[in-house]
Structure formats: C-alpha cells, structure tokens
Nanobody, 120 residues
C-alpha cells in the first residue's frame, strides 16, 4: 500500500542545483528511516543520504557539504537539495523508506527513480 514517487530530476550544468522530492502515500508510521540512493550507468546502487525518524542524517562522503536531506512530515515528502553538482553525480536517484516494527525491519519500499544528468 505504501507508494513512493520521486520527482525533480533533470538536466543541469556542473555547479548547478536541483531539488528532488519523494512523495509518500499509504499507511506508514512516522518513526521510519528514509533515504536517497543513486545508481549511475554500469555502477552499483549507492546510498547518498539518509534520515531517521528522529532527524539524524548521514551522507556519503562524495556528497557531504553539497547535498541536504530533509523531510516535511505534514506533507509526507522527502527532499534532497543538491548543490554544486558535478558530472559524477549523474545517476538515477531513488527514494527509499524502511518501515520498522518493534525495532525490526518490516518493509522496505522503493520509488521508481528520477534521472539526474549533470552535463555542460
């Protein structure tokens, strides 16, 4: 029943910015972990940024200082603000939600992905 829909991807020049959104719908608890992953062509999917239900954030070394993950609980929406974009950031970005019950991972949901292309 949980659905994640990413948006905001597109083409941007190096040094530019994009703001990705992930709209969540369906039944889920507020105490969840959400994150952004990305997968570049020919490469493994990697964790970009994560945020816990308590607001603790974590970033991949490659994006620290440039990306910011945040959420709007009222709108059930996750964001990824991407600044100072590099060509290496080109990838499909995926929204992920991990639902925990009693400290145990109960469900793991994924969005369909949104393409981010950084090119001059």
């Amino acid at each position: 029943q949980v659905q994640l829909v990413e948006s905001g991807g597109g083409l941007v020049q190096p040094g530019g910015s994009l703001r990705l959104s992930c709209a969540a719908s369906g039944p889920f608890f507020s105490i969840n972990d959400m994150s952004w992953y990305r997968q570049a062509p020919g490469k493994q999917r990697e964790l970009v940024a994560a945020i816990t239900g308590g607001g603790t954030t974590n970033y991949a070394d490659s994006v620290k200082g440039r990306f910011t993950i945040s959420g709007d609980n009222a709108k059930n929406t996750l964001y990824l603000q991407m600044n100072s974009l590099k060509v290496e950031d080109t990838a499909v970005y995926y929204c992920n939600l991990k639902m925990f019950l009693g400290g145990v991972l109960a469900r793991d949901y994924w969005g369909q992905g949104t393409q981010v292309t950084v090119s001059s």
